[in-house]
């Protein structure tokens, strides 16, 4: 391979990318403003009034704009719903944690604790466990607590099956010279099976982040008092649909960043590892 | 596992917790076997199950062969790739009220939900499998002058199968979790339709018999795949737990 040679070469990447999403955004734009629809005009006629898209439908990037600009700093009442939401997203997948690892790192350190264990582990994950909804409701009513329930539910199992394959995958010549030199199972694992499944943990809670947000969303649509899934399923039903766009990129822009930091913390957490 | 059913059937029974809010396992048997046998369930489960059926199928005649070529070109990649990466962070089911606006609440806006969870996976599993092919094995097969094609179908394809499979089995947790989702939130039919309305009127037996039929079909439908898959992956050396 010779070195790319020329502006496009080195930037080729860049270029194709961002050209793609302009020209998105611009088809995207101009189907709701009838750019299209005016330009096809004189070759098929009246057949181009078919490109030509109400707002309510399909919105457009700069309505979305507009509206997220209004929500977030002209009424400001899109931070009511973002903070309940947030509590929420919290306190879920906080008790996911304090079940899901300790659960799972005695699952896969205890094998009859693993074999009692393992039928509901792949029971519930075989389960879309939002069909889990309507009986949290007759449970206990559809407030507060069923939202904290239903993320924690569909978080823990992610967390909980990747602490128990960390245990699993342990280097066992490490556990090996530990016990040699009389380890006790404590020190054990402290030392060698816990800094060992940190990457795995990780991994788990990433993915419980992803089903976290999916539990603020379902959880919202039935009879909430707030929150950003109540927002987008009212602005959906009133056909608000820049609302529903806002609503959505909120929820993927709160996702992105929580990514991130537990990225940061990884290499934060990872740095002896060679 | 028997002792967690005989202490909720105990508990059931000994009127500790009234049936009306935690059934128990005899009752939900037997509401199953009687709706199955009066065959009012039928109706929902054909429904979800053409919803679950067009939504994944189409999902992975989609996603594949795009994967392949993402995978394979570089250029399709960078033009493909912001929005496979975009859509990848969006939890497609706050689509739904989007979705509902477009296609109604019939049939299709599930199929749409389905097809949207699942496409990703696939398509993001299959790409990553193209990349991670042996190297070595392209620079055999050009170095005596294998064309393009024959690289593709001898190499780059069986190679990928075991990834596209992985996307599949991964894809098929997110139809389900379209299906039920979708047809709690607005429908007229089908078993998550049934489980939201059994819900409404305090029958708690249907509603566990319903979600145990998500996960019957949960359970089927990746054991279909494993099936498939050793199918596929015969010639292949077997390494670890399946030497």
């Given amino acids: 391979m010779i070195a790319p040679q020329g502006f496009y070469s080195r930037h080729e990447r860049a270029i194709l990318g961002v050209g793609a999403i302009v020209l998105f955004l611009a088809f995207w734009e101009g189907l709701e403003r009838g750019w299209w629809s005016d330009l096809l005009q004189p070759v098929i006629g009246a057949e181009a009034e078919r490109w030509r898209i109400k707002p309510i439908f399909i919105s457009s990037p700069a309505l979305i704009t507009q509206a997220a600009y209004r929500m977030f700093f002209v009424t400001g009442e899109i931070w009511r719903d973002l903070g309940l939401s947030g509590l929420e997203f919290v306190l879920g997948i906080a008790i996911a944690i304090t079940i899901g690892i300790p659960l799972g790192l005695a699952a896969g350190w205890y094998r009859p604790l693993s074999h009692a264990v393992a039928p509901f582990l792949s029971a519930l994950n075989a389960t879309p466990q939002v069909a889990f909804l309507p009986l949290i409701i007759i449970w206990i009513g559809s407030g507060f607590a069923t939202k904290i329930i239903i993320i924690v539910l569909l978080a823990v199992l992610p967390i909980a099956i990747n602490a128990q394959a960390a245990v699993r995958t342990t280097d066992p010549r490490l556990i090996k010279v530990a016990d040699s030199f009389g380890a006790g199972e404590w020190l054990l694992f402290r030392s060698i099976i816990l800094p060992s499944a940190v990457p795995f943990l990780l991994a788990g809670l990433r993915l419980a982040i992803g089903r976290g947000m999916i539990g603020i969303v379902v959880g919202e649509v039935y009879g909430s008092s707030g929150g950003i899934g109540m927002m987008i399923s009212q602005a959906g039903s009133r056909f608000q649909t820049d609302k529903v766009f806002v609503g959505v990129l909120t929820i993927v822009a709160a996702g992105v960043i929580l990514v991130e930091v537990l990225r940061r913390i990884e290499r934060r957490v990872e740095v002896w590892r060679p | ?243």
Avoid: C
């Fill in chain 2, 1 to 243: 596992m028997a002792l967690f059913l005989v202490l909720w059937e105990i508990i059931s029974r000994s009127g500790l917790v009234d049936p009306l809010f935690i059934s128990s396992p005899v009752r939900v048997v037997r509401t199953g076997t009687a709706s199955l046998a009066s065959g009012e369930i039928w109706a929902d489960l054909k429904v979800s199950g053409v919803e679950f059926l067009l939504g994944y199928v189409g999902a992975a005649a989609v996603a594949i062969p795009l994967g392949l070529a993402m995978g394979w070109s570089k250029r399709l990649q960078y033009i493909f790739g912001p929005f496979v990466d975009t859509l990848n962070a969006v939890p497609r089911v706050t689509l739904l009220p989007l979705i509902i606006i477009w296609l109604g609440i019939g049939i299709w806006s599930k199929v749409a939900v389905v097809f949207l969870g699942a496409v990703i996976p696939i398509l993001i599993n299959t790409q990553s499998g193209v990349k991670t092919n042996e190297a070595r094995f392209i620079k055999v097969a050009r170095s005596f002058g294998a064309s393009e094609l024959k690289v593709f179908v001898t190499i780059i394809l069986p190679g990928t199968v075991p990834f596209i499979f992985t996307g599949l089995k991964y894809g098929a947790g997110r139809a389900l979790l379209g299906v039920v989702v979708g047809e709690l939130y607005a429908s007229t039919a089908g078993v998550g339709h049934l489980i939201a309305d059994a819900g409404n009127t305090f029958q708690t037996d249907v509603v566990f018999f319903g979600v145990l039929i998500f996960t019957a079909s949960g359970l089927v439908t990746v054991a279909i795949l494993d099936r498939f898959e050793r199918r596929f992956e015969n010639w292949r050396p077997k390494v670890g737990a399946a030497a």
